[in-house]
């Protein structure tokens, strides 16, 4: 049977995207996705655009009975763990289903993992584990600090949690990449950020107004110590987080114990620089008012990738101008992402 790369969460953002790399670059995948923050269309782009059959499960990685169905009709040999939730704010509201999907859902895949002698596991981390930083750029011997919200203390949670089954367990090599903030989209317009419901982050609300779905952009706060007074991020393309996956992918055959590597682009942009970014390439004015800063934000972060760099041949390559260009394409492609307009009432009637 042919090796096999199981993608938890490949249906969504950023685990569609590390699909197209790994079946570009030659992986066998199998997605397991439950459709929580995601749509079958999304699969269905993903043939689309690497013109094969993308072998897809919807069922959760909470189902251990489905897991073990799984282990033992594939030869898995990795896991590349993408499924989870992720909006901050919704994390607040709802405690509970951030710790059960992010660290009970990892510690329920890494039993059926063991139990199938499957010990390589890529998983999504976040610059969220380290909290307020205490120095800029942010390299991973910093150590973690607090995050401020449950969303990120179910990540941090979840690195302490595989890093003690590494060092109890020789077998296991497990890679926590730590991104900072993804943006962009893929270059064809095919696939990109859809969420379900309202966007908390940045750049979905830019994209919202640009589509004139929403009237003016709230930027929470312009009184930080930063370059312009607004806050400053490490914006990295979704395709450069692919490639990222991909290499730690193959560095984690033939390895062993828990590796830890940031993935940002090493530059801060603020958020007045991203909308005037965006207005350059797209010539579209975005509206925006000043609001009071919102709540856990940070003041500024960019990483320090240059272990990724050093041990895994990785550095992102994309600029802001192509992230700006490739979000603006998806966005403009697809204004209700992967879902077509619904049709109004009259013309379905055929009146
Ligand atoms: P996403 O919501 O687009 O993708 C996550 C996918 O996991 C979705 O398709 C969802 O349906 C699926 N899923 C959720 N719970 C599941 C479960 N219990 N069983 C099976 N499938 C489940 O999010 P994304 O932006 O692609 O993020 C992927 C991972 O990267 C997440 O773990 C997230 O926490 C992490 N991360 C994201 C960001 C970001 O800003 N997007 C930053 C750092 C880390
Ligand atoms: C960026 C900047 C906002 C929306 C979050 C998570 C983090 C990680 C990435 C998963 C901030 C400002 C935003 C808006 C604004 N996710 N902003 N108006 O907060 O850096 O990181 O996503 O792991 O864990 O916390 O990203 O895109 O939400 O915000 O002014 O409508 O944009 O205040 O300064 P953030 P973001």
């Known amino acids: 049977m042919r090796k096999t790369t199981l993608i938890t969460g490949g249906a969504g953002y950023i685990g569609s995207h590390t699909v197209v790399r790994l079946v570009e670059a030659g992986h066998r995948v199998l ?18 655009l690497t013109r094969s059959q993308i072998e897809f499960i919807e069922g959760d990685i909470r189902d251990p009975l489905l897991l073990d169905e799984i282990f033992s009709a594939y030869a898995i040999d990795a896991v590349v763990h993408f499924a989870g939730l992720k909006a901050v704010a919704q994390s607040v509201r709802k405690p509970m289903e951030y710790y059960a999907n992010n660290v009970v859902g990892t510690l329920f895949l890494c039993q059926a993992m063991a139990r199938a002698h499957v010990f390589n596991l890529v998983f999504s981390s976040s610059a969220t584990v380290y909290g307020e930083p205490a120095r800029t750029p942010i390299d991973e011997a910093l150590g973690t600090g607090k995050p401020a919200n449950p969303y990120g203390r179910s990540k941090l949670m979840t690195e302490e949690l595989l890093t003690d089954l590494a060092r109890s367990d020789s077998r296991w090599n497990i890679a926590l990449l730590r991104y900072f903030n993804p943006i962009g989209a893929h270059e064809s317009g095919l696939i ?20 004139g779905r929403a009237g003016e952009l709230t930027v929470y706060g312009n009184d930080y110590a930063t370059v312009d007074g607004t806050c400053v991020r490490d914006y990295i393309h979704v395709s450069d987080l692919a490639e990222g996956h991909l290499k730690a992918l193959e560095r984690l055959h033939g390895d062993h114990g828990i590796h830890i590597w940031n993935l940002g682009t090493g530059i801060g942009y ?4 991203i909308i005037r970014g965006f207005e350059d390439v797209t010539g579209i004015s975005i509206p925006y008012r000043f609001a009071a800063r919102r709540e856990g934000d940070i003041a500024q972060c960019w990483a320090d990738a ?3 760099g050093r041990e895994l041949g990785w550095s992102a390559q994309r600029n802001l101008g192509q992230m700006l260009t490739d979000s603006w394409r998806w966005q403009s492609n697809n204004p209700h992402g992967y879902h077509a307009p619904i049709a109004p009432l009259l013309a379905v009637a055929g009146k």
Request: proline share 7%.
């Open 306 to 308: 240059s272990k990724a």
């Open 192 to 211: 990109g950020e859809a969420p379900n419901g309202v966007p908390n982050n940045l750049l979905p609300c830019l994209t919202q107004v640009a589509i």
């Open 270 to 273: 603020s958020v007045l620089q």
């Open 31 to 48: 997605v397991l996705d439950n459709l929580s923050n995601s749509c079958v269309e999304s699969i269905a782009r993903l043939e689309q």
